[in-house]
Antibody
C-alpha cells in the first residue's frame, strides 16, 4: 500500500532554512500530486503548498515568499524548504497525497525553531 | 481567499449520541469539501470527500452532506473511538484551507 514518511532535522535555528523530505513508497511519485501541511502545537492544520505531477506548484500566500516544494522523481521523494524560519514555524509537518482531498498522510515530524 | 468556519468549536457527547458538526465556506465551493478526523499524536485521517462520499474503510455511521457553502458531518451513533477533533477542508482551488476544527470529547 502507499506510504509516506517525513524526514529531516527536528531542530532548526531562527533565520535558517527548514528542509524536510517525504519519501513515497508503494506507488510512483509521478502518478499523483503531493502536499505539505503543518500543525503548530495545540493549534489547527495549515496548508503549506502542493506540487503537481506536471511539476508546477501552488503555495499558501502567507508563506509564498519563503517556501519551495520540489520533487526528486528518481528517488521517489519530494521536499519542503522553508527559509528564514522563526519560532512561529515550530510545528508538526506532514506530507500527504492529493486525491479528493488529502487521502494518505505521513506520520508527521516535529520541527522546533530555537537557538 | 475563501474562509472556512466550523461550529461548534467543541462539544461533549456520550457513546451512542448522534453528533452533528457544521462547516461553512465564505463563498461557494460546490462539493469540493473533505472531512478529516484527528486523534492526539496522529495525523489527520480522511473520512469523507466530495462532501458526501465515504472514504474506503470508514464506518457507515459517518455521513456528510451539503453543497455550495454549507456542509454537515454527522456521526449517527458515537463510538468510543470517535472522540477526536474533526476538520473540514475546501479543495476546489488554492488555497486548500482547513476549518479551525471541532473537538468531540466525553460528556
Amino acid at each position: 500500500q502507499v506510504q509516506l514518511q517525513e524526514s529531516g532535522p527536528g531542530l532548526v535555528k531562527p533565520s535558517e532554512t527548514l528542509s524536510l523530505t517525504c519519501t513515497v513508497s508503494g506507488t510512483s511519485i509521478s502518478f499523483y500530486d503531493w502536499t505539505w501541511v503543518r500543525q503548530p502545537p495545540g493549534k489547527g492544520v495549515e496548508w503549506i503548498g502542493n506540487i503537481y505531477n506536471s511539476g508546477s506548484t501552488k503555495y499558501n500566500t502567507s508563506l509564498m515568499s519563503r517556501v519551495t516544494i520540489s520533487v526528486e522523481t528518481y528517488r521517489n521523494q519530494f521536499s519542503l524548504n522553508l527559509r528564514s524560519v522563526t519560532a512561529a514555524d515550530t510545528a508538526v509537518y506532514y506530507c500527504a497525497r492529493v486525491v479528493d482531498g488529502f487521502d494518505i498522510w505521513g506520520q508527521g515530524t516535529m520541527v522546533t525553531v530555537s537557538s | 481567499d475563501i474562509q472556512m468556519t466550523q461550529s461548534p468549536s467543541s462539544l461533549s457527547a456520550s457513546v451512542g449520541d448522534r453528533v452533528t458538526i457544521t462547516c461553512r465556506a465564505s463563498q461557494g465551493i460546490t462539493n469540493y469539501l473533505a472531512w478529516y478526523q484527528q486523534k492526539p499524536g496522529k495525523g489527520p485521517k480522511l473520512l469523507i470527500y466530495a462532501a458526501s462520499t465515504l472514504e474506503s474503510g470508514v464506518p457507515s455511521r459517518f455521513t456528510g452532506s451539503g453543497s455550495g457553502t454549507d456542509f454537515t458531518l454527522t456521526i449517527s451513533s458515537l463510538q468510543p473511538e470517535d472522540f477526536a477533533t474533526y476538520y473540514c477542508q475546501k479543495y476546489n482551488s488554492s488555497p486548500f484551507t482547513f476549518g479551525p476544527g471541532t473537538k468531540v470529547d466525553f460528556k
